[in-house]
């Protein structure tokens, strides 16, 4: 247990304001701290307000405990997280570094996704440093529109400041620096007015692909966008995959809190977002989290549910893998139909389960992905089997089952076989990026040739989304 010594000005402010105020780590928030989702769990005790009737049923049995988004602070008292805040964040790509003899110097590539930020630390031309956390901004909840709306009501130079702050120590002598993140972040961490992207038409104040003055660095490029959910992570990334230069057509999707895919080839270049939730990231599941150590990430059938978790730790939750690999088990096995009805309400993996709800949830998450990838295709004419690879990125990409992502219909089965990983190929990007200018040019010029493709009130996505929310692949 910490000790945390009580401030006058601390009363009445939730455990979660005090978190973040005082910059200390934080369990996580889904709901954005509104009290619904019941995964801020803090052990703890001394002076706080008694539990109300929403969190006393959100606790259920979990004796010891309180929501960080509900207590609040009447004195000293102490504390001790869950290991959730202790994230498995992937930093690692394939593919090599652009190389730029010239280059000399500090620089810094920074990768910014919703739930994990990724720094790069480059010296002389090499990478010597990767460093990675939890996105601060997850206090306010796990999906970009939660932090827009926390935005639009005041909140702005809070998200600003938490992402200058958490980068700040790594900048020290910096002599470049290259930030990539969804379109709505890179407006959060420049200032610049999000409000546009939250409503009709979405319009971006800003699509970037210039440069600013920023504290931890001399100059800071913030990578180009297309549009206002197609963001410079999706260029960084998707130019680093070389997918800009393919000759036949190409399929690449980050899967992540948002699903944006580009489909190019030679010819054509299209993209698009799919608003998919942030189910892949343990929000929304029940006993759902981000890739710690205790999280389930795989799962098989054989006479039952069998499991392995990250560090063979006591499971502790589900993260997105493992609720793919979940999935894909139980219709193997039987127990879950096309319609995604469940034999049983839950199915337990150690002390954690997966629920009918679970299931609906997933099932939204991976319609939005399939219709996204069809749609692309049927704009491009083109029939799925004429896609020759698949390129997955992102941290929780790497950590798919190819099969169980084609079993569960995220990716068409018909594209099985046909996956690649690639890693975080958004902070390869960025790197590249950072150590040459040319990149920078590739970059902004790919931005600028793709194709954006609003799915929302798309007739033939409608269709498809429907026809996806089965499990048939």
Known sequence: MTDYKCKESDIGKTLLEIFCAEGLCQPETPCGGKGRCGKCLVRCEGALSAPDENEI???????????ACLARCEGDFSYQLTEQTEADIQTDFAGDITLNKATEGKLLAVDIGTTTVAIYSIINGKVKDKISFVNPQTAHGADVISRLVFAGQTGAETLKNELVEAIKPYGADTDYC????????????????????????????????????????????????????????????AVASGIDRAEELTLYIDIGTNGEIVLADKDRALCCAAAAGPAFEGAN????????????????????????????APATGICGSGLIDCVSALLAGGELDETGRLDEDRYYLGDVYISQKDIRSLQTAKAAIAAGIKTLAAEMKKPITAIKKVIIAGGFGTHIDPDSACDIGLIPQKLRGRIEFMGNCAGHGAV???????????????????????LSGHKKFNQLYVDEMFFEG
């Open 432 to 454: 590249n990026c950072a150590l040459s200018e040319a990149e920078r040019k590739r970059t902004e010029a790919f931005a600028k040739r793709l194709e954006y493709i609003e």
């Open 285 to 312: 599941i029940e006993c759902g989290c981000i890739a710690h150590t205790g999280a389930v990430e795989k799962v098989w059938y054989d006479g039952g549910l069998k499991y392995k978790t990250i560090g063979n």
């Open 178 to 237: 290259v930030i990539c993140g969804n379109t709505a972040i890179e407006h959060f961490v420049t200032g610049e007015d999000a409000s546009g992207i939250a409503k009709l038409p979405f319009t971006p104040a800003s699509l970037f692909g210039c440069e600013y003055q920023m504290p931890f660095a001399k100059k800071t490029y913030i990578a180009p966008c297309v549009a206002a959910y197609v963001g410079g992570d999706i260029t960084c990334g």
């Open 57 to 67: 049923k959100l606790l259920g049995d979990k004796k010891g405990f309180r929501l």
